[in-house]
């Protein structure tokens, strides 16, 4: 009874925050420095007892050693499965009793974790994830019931049509580079993953100086400094050195098309992008809005779906990564109107490179933008999630304050430039996995 009273609650108190949190108080960020010199972004918010922790470690699934791909992600899915003296059982019960949630996640280009804990197990919470992360136990039972679930969805993945127009989309783009295989391996590669490989990846990958913390929620920067020494201060120094190249991706205007019995396809497309640290981030970040992000306002859905009722769904996004990036988007239709929809989308491509924006378009996407800001501040999780991407990007501290300024800024002529700069429609690679009618592919 009393581990159901915990769930409810938790629970509750995160429904109250949702309904209570301003939006204001996200802003307020304070920089907090252990006596040991391990450094956290942290929002206090005391109307409720929860603390949400996310943290990030530089260096993910990218750096995963040839014929062992999907170790990072491999590695995610076993550190909460025993640590310490307490096996795969204990540990996830000591979890679930005190209404801890603890994750781990690979990315392609980091490691990372979350913790949502109420106040009263605080500590419990910040030392099991210090065990999960400097004691993790791989027994043999929890690594082959893990392997054989992690088979079991690529297996599901290999019939997948998003899965399979994802890895060969990321394959096309990055033939020669770790950014074109995929991030939980290969049916080979999971199977040869031993445990060697994964207590040499905690070893050489969790270390202090790629570590990137954000805390949100009931505690202070007096309480959060010498937690932060006993959670962390036990990991390497350093990681082991590492370097992922710089990297365009490869487009020059290939089709691909795999032939899949469906009655619909799945097309994804892409175009060279822009890394988070350009100076025309921005001004892309507003153009996508306006061409395929901004939902039921984009001119792709009113052109493919409002218009002509050629596709189910169709979007676009910026896809920056640490050592490149990507502006992409997909649609999913029937077949016999993938080649009319993909039509349209090339012409959207041309046209907005062509003409640019209009002065409604844009004042209307820098309104969005700005004024549903603060909806991202409504959970503790995604404030702590927020503040170790801030980190993780360089954007500074005060970057919640600064943010909106930099939409505002964006001008038709910037536009007008950088889509100039990003937008070929001839140069799109694109990706169909279905039967569609008329879509020849390239070479």
């Known amino acids: 009874m009393s581990r159901l009273l915990s769930r409810a609650a938790l629970a509750l108190a995160a429904v109250i925050f949702v309904l209570y949190a301003a939006p204001a108080k996200a802003t307020q960020i304070e920089r907090v ?31 995963d050693p040839e014929g062992k791909e999907g170790l990072a992600n491999m590695v995610s899915t076993l550190l909460d499965e025993g640590a310490g003296d307490l096996d795969s059982k204990a540990f996830q019960q000591t979890l679930e009793d005190k209404s801890i949630t603890l994750r781990f996640s690979a990315a392609r ?90 207590r040499a990846f905690v ?7 790629t570590l990137a913390i954000g805390v949100v929620g009931d505690i202070t920067a007096k309480e959060l400094a010498p937690l932060l020494d006993k959670t962390f201060g036990t990991l390497p120094a350093k990681a082991a050195p590492w370097k992922v190249a710089e990297v365009a991706p490869k487009v020059a205007g290939r089709t691909i098309v795999i032939e899949k019995p469906l009655k619909q396809s799945n097309i994804l497309f892409a175009d060279r992008g822009l890394m988070r640290k350009d100076p025309d981030f921005y001004t892309a970040y507003v153009m996508n809005h306006i061409l395929g992000g901004g939902g039921f306002t984009s001119r792709l859905y009113t052109e493919v779906r409002e218009k002509r009722g050629l596709a189910y769904s169709v979007y676009t996004y ?16 029937a077949n016999a109107r993938v080649a009319e929809t993909l039509k349209v989308v090339r012409d959207e491509w041309a046209k907005l490179a062509k003409d640019g924006v209009t002065e409604a378009e844009l004042t209307a996407a820098k309104q969005y933008l700005t004024g549903s800001f603060p909806l991202r501040f409504t959970a503790t999780e995604r404030i702590a999630a927020m503040l170790v991407g801030m980190q993780t990007e360089d954007l500074g501290i005060d970057y919640l304050d600064k943010r909106n300024s930099y939409i505002e800024a964006v001008s038709r002529d910037d536009i007008r430039r950088v889509a100039r700069k990003l937008l070929h429609p001839d140069d799109l690679t694109i990706v169909v996995v279905g039967e569609p009618k008329d879509v020849k592919p390239t070479p």
Not at 41 to 63: Q, Y
Not at 116 to 134: G, I, K, N, S
Not at 203 to 209: N, S
Not at 323 to 333: L, W
């Open 33 to 63: 420095v252990s006596p040991g010199g391990i450094e956290a972004w942290l929002v206090e918010d005391h109307l409720n007892p929860i603390i949400s922790l996310h943290l990030a470690f530089r260096g993910g699934s990218a750096l």
């Open 109 to 198: 280009d980091s490691f990372g974790a979350r913790v949502q804990v109420l106040t009263e197990y605080r500590d419990l919470a910040f030392d099991l994830l210090r065990q999960a992360m400097t004691k993790p136990r791989f027994d043999a039972e929890p690594v082959s019931r893990l392997r054989a679930q992690l088979l079991a969805n690529l297996r599901h993945e290999s019939e997948d049509a998003d899965a399979i127009a994802g890895k060969t989309l990321m394959k096309t783009l990055y033939p020669d580079h770790p950014y074109g295989r995929p991030t939980g391996g290969t049916p080979e590669s999971v199977a040869a993953i031993q445990v060697a490989d994964m």
């Open 203 to 209: 070893k050489e990958r969790l270390a202090r100086d």
């Open 318 to 333: 910026l896809h920056p990564m640490d050592r490149s990036a990507i502006y992409a988007g997909g649609a999913g239709t």
